[in-house]
Every structure is written in C-alpha cells, then in structure tokens.
C-alpha cells in the first residue's frame, strides 16, 4: 500500500485539560531496523495517558510526544533486522507512545497478533494492561495458584485485566471499588468478593472474608494512606505490589507489621524499562494468555469507543472514573 508522508495524531502542544487533544498533522514515522510501521485501527486509552496529558508523567528520553501506549492495526512496513512480521499482518503493540496517530511504529518484539476472531478496538485495550498486570501479579508478586490477591480499583482496565488472571491461574481474587454497581461488575467479572470502599473499610472486610488470614498478594494503584491498610490486609509472606500512586507517592508504615509477617513491599514501571524486558513478557503472554482469548475462556472488556478526534471525550470518561473495562479510541 501506499504510505502517505503526513498523518492525523494527538500531539498535544503543552499540558493542560481534555481541550488540549486536538488533532493535528504530524509526519509519518519511519521504522527502525527493529521495528515495525502499523497502521493504526484502534489505540487504547489508558490513566498515564491522563497523567502525560496533565504533566506529571516525565516520558523516557526518545519517546514520541504523540500520546498513546497501545495500539492495534496492520503492519504496513518492517525495519530491515525483523523476521518475524510481515506487511498484512494484524498486530497489537506495546508502545512507548505515538499510539494515538494513524501510523505508529512498534518494536517487533512487543507486538502480539491479534487474536482470531477478536475486533481491531478490543485487541488495542490488551497490551498496556496485560503487559504491566502480568509482570507485576506473576513476576514481581510471584503469584501461584490457589493464592488470594486483593486488586484495587477493581473495573478500571487494570482491574479486570487482573480479575481475569486471577480467574486463569487459579487466584481467589477480591476487588475494592467505588460504588455498589462497580462492586456488581467486579463480581460478574470473577471478583470472588467485592467491596465498597466508599461505605466499607476494606482492611476489615478482607480480613473478615479470609478469616482473619490475610490475602497473599496486593495489587495496589493507589498508594499514599492505601500503604499501611494493605499491610494489614497482607498474609504472613504476602506481597505488596505498587503500580501507582493515585493517592500520592508517599506512606507512613509500620515496620514491626512487616517483620513480623515476613512482608516484600514491591513495584514497578513499565515504561521505562528495555524493549528485551517487554518482549520477554510478549513471549510469555503469547504462550500462557492468548491461547484463552483464542479458545474464548477470556473475552475483552472494552467499555466505550471514541473516534480519534474525540479524544478529549475519552480523556473525560477516564477521568470521570465511571468506565468498566478498557477505554478505546478508534482511529481507522
């Protein structure tokens, strides 16, 4: 096919609201000897987008200003040094940004193919949100079947990416939400327990839901005064994994909790890390997860579609916090 020079893109020119994401035209990205040209179908929408919009999420040197960490399209061209892909191939893509476009460039090793049968929209909500829960759940929280894990924030797109897992490893998984329908939707989603933590104190419930036990792992986005609560939730060598800090950065804890029940505190980013690090996952994912989505044992949940020169609107919705699943922008 023919590759134009120009293409659409949401390239913010300073921080600001949701009014910042206009479209605008950009040049066409060249692939790398690496990397492969996708044209884009549909890019997931995700909270450090929000972040990145706003300010507050610092890019990695080299990464394009164009918004966007996920995408899912057709490959269009292949940088000189990849096997693996060729042009026609339908891909789903881990990227550091620049997903929000009609073209974006992908290194091959962090690509994924779409799953048979799954939509263009549904397989751009899976990478940024399958990457980080199963590096974090699986490596970091070093998860094994018949474990309990306490997931924060439980119908966001990590949320019920992480119910899902639970639901394939063999996790006892209990979600916290923000309202008595969300706490319904975690539970229709796998969530063997579902709590309020508007009206309810979350530590309390999970300690009255495992008898007193504790859960082994905790899946936590919040951070701030979330810390210490999650100490206390925590089973004797529980593992407490931060992915956030929606509630700030920093936690006053009790050390003499966490000697006493042996307790790793732990976390991540993905962002930042090298693309052999994100593709080892891709292989693992490929391997352990996608065959689920192939045999239907694992659907996606995507919560609302934009076009791409609405993404001001999908920017609300993520921010409104009142979304189920995965927010998509459909580009093409």
């Known amino acids: 096919m023919t590759i134009p020079t120009h293409m659409t893109a949401i390239d913010p020119a300073a921080p600001g609201g949701p009014e910042v994401l206009v479209p605008v035209s950009r040049p066409v990205p060249q692939p790398g000897?690496?990397?492969?040209?996708?044209?884009?179908?549909?890019?997931g929408v995700n909270r450090p987008d929000v972040l990145q919009r706003l300010g507050l999420y610092p890019m990695p040197p080299g990464t394009p200003t164009i918004m966007g960490l996920e995408i899912?399209?057709?490959?269009?061209?292949v940088g000189d040094e990849v096997t693996r892909w060729r042009p026609g191939d339908a891909v789903c893509a881990l990227v550091a940004g620049g997903g929000y476009a009609e073209y974006c460039t992908a290194p091959a090793g962090q690509c994924l193919p779409v799953p048979a049968g799954m939509s263009m929209v549904d397989a751009a909500g899976l990478p940024e949100t399958w990457f980080t829960v199963w590096s974090n759940v699986m490596d970091r929280g070093r998860a094994r079947p018949g474990e309990s894990i306490l997931i924060h924030g439980g119908t966001s797109g990590i949320g019920i990416t992480a119910l899902q897992l639970a639901a394939e490893v063999g996790?006892?998984?209990i979600a916290t939400c923000g309202s008595d329908e969300k706490?319904?939707?975690?539970?229709?989603?796998g969530a063997a327990h579902a709590i309020n933590y508007r009206t309810q104190d979350f530590a309390a419930e999970v300690l009255a839901f495992t008898g007193g036990r504790g859960v082994d792992i905790v899946l936590d986005m919040v951070g701030g005064d979330y810390v210490p609560k999650n100490i206390v939730c925590l089973a004797d060598e529980g593992r407490n994994v931060s992915i956030a800090f929606q509630r700030g950065p920093t936690a006053e804890i009790n050390l003499a909790l966490v000697m006493r029940k042996r307790l790793v505190l732990?976390?991540?980013?993905?962002?930042p890390?090298?693309?052999?690090?994100?593709?080892?996952?891709?292989e693992v994912l490929e391997g352990a997860i996608w065959p689920a989505f192939e045999a239907g044992r694992l659907t996606p949940v995507t919560d609302s579609v934009f076009p791409l020169a609405d993404a001001a609107a999908a920017h609300e919705r993520m921010e409104a916090g009142t979304h189920v699943g995965k927010?998509?922008?459909s580009v093409s």
Request: net charge positive.
């Open 183 to 189: 706490c319904a939707a975690a539970k229709a989603h």
């Open 273 to 282: 890390r090298p693309i052999a690090f994100k593709a080892a996952i891709a």
């Open 266 to 271: 732990t976390g991540s980013t993905l962002r």
């Open 171 to 173: 996790l006892t998984a």
């Open 33 to 43: 000897p690496g990397d492969v040209l996708v044209k884009v179908a549909a890019a």
């Open 72 to 77: 899912a399209g057709t490959v269009v061209a």
């Open 327 to 329: 927010i998509v922008l």
